[in-house]
Structure formats: structure tokens, C-alpha cells
């Protein structure tokens, strides 16, 4: 692979960004870019709704996907999935880097065709898993790393929304591949980074109308196990998560309805006659976090702290979860991560 820049000689100070798609995720995202001085270039839409768009953030309005190609090194896709794979190949094939949200595409030859292709063009993939970005989370899983909770046993995860509003792609399953592929992928990916790879899937789900809950188990190859609750179903306006990890050594858990800080419950330090330490208060935009850190990685030719391995394993294990609820019986995901390309 070259180095950072591929259209250019040398590292430029500044990577510049196009953005493709100004919906929720769009619109979070040019946010984020707009905090790098000189970084968000503009923005590509097959409609006219990137011509306000550009305005109202100070950048330019591409009118072909050649001409956002030709003028940027970075290319952010947040389109509807079934669009990821063309569209992170043609802006290979033009020399830039890739930016695409989760999830990476609806299938793992799909996930592994955009590695392969961005790999063939000497360009690099990062594949937005936000929840690895989150505060809290990450401390979290910063508790696991340092050995403070032992050996992972019992992971519990629970990420609860509206339903999508009425008309919207991802009510469309074959589109967006529903609760599973959309909504908890957050939560098998982060599993799969804190306990490790996935020898067996079981799921089960409830339905009334456009309200979906789907319950799945992961059995890891380490010994651990993850319970997830993840669902369109909550009352409009309500998004609810949480975590609890249980481990050899203690055990940790925040929700979202909770106050700010996360509490670590286990053996209190020698000197400190407490029962718990409150970890310090958790601050920051974790979108911002997550496409500052994949520009200063391509900047700097820094590994990013999501692979697509890490992007294959995570669909792999959406679809694991889809094919449990049709059967009604354990799954083995057909992808870990650790296969070669």
C-alpha cells in the first residue's frame, strides 16, 4: 500500500473530505468535518439537497460523484447500505481514501470486496462503528484491557429506539437489513471487542406492527457469554442503552438514563476503604472522536481502531442473528475476522 495520500506527493497538512449523503448520519458527520479547519471540501446528493446543504455549511456542491472524486482525498459515504460496496469501489478506483458507515454493506463478500478493492487501489477503508468512540464505552472496555474486572463472563447490552418514522429505507429489512444489521450491530461489534471472537448465535424476537424487539445470545470462544436486547420499539422520541459487564474480578455498568459517571463495583484499591470508585466524568462528541481519529490515522498512516476484518466480523455476525430468528436454532457466524481476504 502507498502512503497516506494517494492523489498527492508527500502528506498534505490537510486531507480533504467529501461527503456523500446529507441525511441523519450526514448531517452528524459534516459536523464533525467541520471542525478540522480546511478539511469538509462539499458534498455529493443525486437530488438537489446538497446544494442548501453545501451553503449552510460553507463547501461546495458536486454535481457528479467524478467531480467529488477528482477534487477530494477522503470520501464519507452515508447512504443507504445497499450503496456502500459501488460506491466505496468507484471512489477507490478514483484514488481516495473511504469513510462508510456501519454497516459496512448487507453482505460479508461484499464487506471483504471493498477491502480487497481498496487495498488493490492503495487507498484505506475505515468503517464507522461510532459505539467504539462512545465515553463510556470505551472506558468500559479500557476496565476489561487493564485486567480491573478479571476475565469477561457475563456481558450484558440493551440499545432501544423509536421505530424509524413512517416511509423511511430502513423499515425496508431488505434495504437495511432490520434490528439485527442496523440497530444491534453496535452492540455485537462491541461484544466481539471485548470478549472476543463468536463460536455460537441464538436469537429470538417479538413483532407487533413496526415495532420489533430481538433478544440474542453470543457464546464467545474465550468462555463469555453476551446477552443482547436491542429494538425498534420504545415510544417516539426515546432512545435507551445500557451496559453491565461481569467479570472474574469485579464488574462494571452505566445506562443512559442514568447520571453521568459509570461505576466500577469490585475490590476497592488497598489504600481506599470504599466499595467502588466512580471513574471521572465522561465528556465528548463520539462522532467527532471517531472521523478525527480515521483522518489523523490516514494522515499519519496509523493503524485505524476499526479494521474492516473488524466490519466483515460484525455483518457476519448480524446475519447470524437473522438466520437464528428464521430457524430457531444456534448459529455459527460464518466469518470471525481472523479469515484472510
Known amino acids: 500500500m502507498s502512503g497516506p495520500a494517494v492523489k498527492r506527493s508527500g502528506v498534505p497538512e490537510v486531507l480533504r473530505v467529501g461527503l456523500i449523503g446529507v441525511g441523519v448520519m450526514g448531517r452528524a458527520h459534516a459536523r464533525a468535518w467541520s471542525a478540522l479547519p480546511g478539511a469538509f471540501a462539499g ?34 459515504i452515508c447512504t443507504p447500505t445497499p450503496s456502500h460496496p459501488a460506491l ?29 478493492g481498496c487495498e488493490a487501489a492503495g487507498v484505506r477503508l475505515f468503517v464507522a462503528h461510532v459505539l467504539r468512540f462512545f465515553p463510556q464505552y470505551r ?20 440499545r432501544v ?38 463460536s455460537e448465535v441464538y436469537a429470538v424476537q417479538a413483532r ?19 446477552l443482547i436486547e436491542a429494538g425498534w420499539a420504545a415510544p417516539a422520541g426515546v432512545f435507551f442503552t445500557s451496559l453491565d459487564i461481569a467479570g472474574t474480578a469485579g464488574a462494571t455498568e452505566w445506562k443512559s438514563s442514568a447520571p453521568p459517571p459509570m461505576w466500577f463495583h469490585g475490590a476497592p484499591p ?7 470508585a466512580a471513574l471521572p466524568t465522561l465528556e465528548g462528541d463520539p462522532y467527532t472522536d471517531e472521523l478525527h481519529h480515521a483522518y489523523h490515522a490516514l494522515q ?31 448459529v455459527v457466524p460464518q466469518h470471525t475476522g481472523q479469515e484472510a481476504i
Open 88 to 116: 466505496t469501489l468507484a471512489a477507490a478506483r478514483a484514488g481516495c481514501h473511504v469513510c462508510c458507515e456501519k454497516p459496512a454493506a448487507l453482505t460479508v463478500p461484499d464487506v471483504l470486496a471493498m477491502e480487497r
Open 208 to 226: 407487533r406492527a413496526e415495532q420489533v424487539m430481538v433478544q440474542a445470545t453470543l457464546r464467545h470462544t474465550g468462555g463469555a457469554i453476551t
Open 270 to 276: 488497598p489504600a481506599s476503604p470504599q466499595e467502588g
Open 300 to 330: 499519519q498512516g496509523t493503524p485505524f481502531l476499526v479494521t474492516p476484518a473488524d466490519a466483515a466480523a460484525a455483518v457476519a455476525l448480524g446475519l447470524a442473528v437473522q438466520a437464528s430468528l428464521e430457524t430457531a436454532r444456534p
Open 139 to 158: 472506558a468500559a472496555r479500557d476496565l476489561v484491557v487493564s485486567g480491573e474486572l478479571g476475565t469477561p463472563r457475563v456481558i450484558r447490552l440493551n
Open 161 to 198: 429506539s423509536a421505530p424509524p418514522p413512517a416511509g423511511s429505507w430502513l423499515l425496508d429489512e431488505r434495504q437495511s437489513g432490520g434490528v439485527p444489521l442496523d440497530l444491534m450491530l453496535h452492540d455485537l461489534d462491541y461484544a466481539r471487542w471485548l470478549a472476543g471472537d463468536v
Open 43 to 76: 458534498v455529493y446528493t443525486p437530488d438537489d439537497s446538497a446544494r442548501q446543504f453545501a451553503r449552510q455549511h460553507g463547501v461546495q456542491a458536486y454535481d457528479t460523484l467524478d467531480d467529488l472524486f477528482a477534487d477530494t482525498d477522503v470520501v464519507d
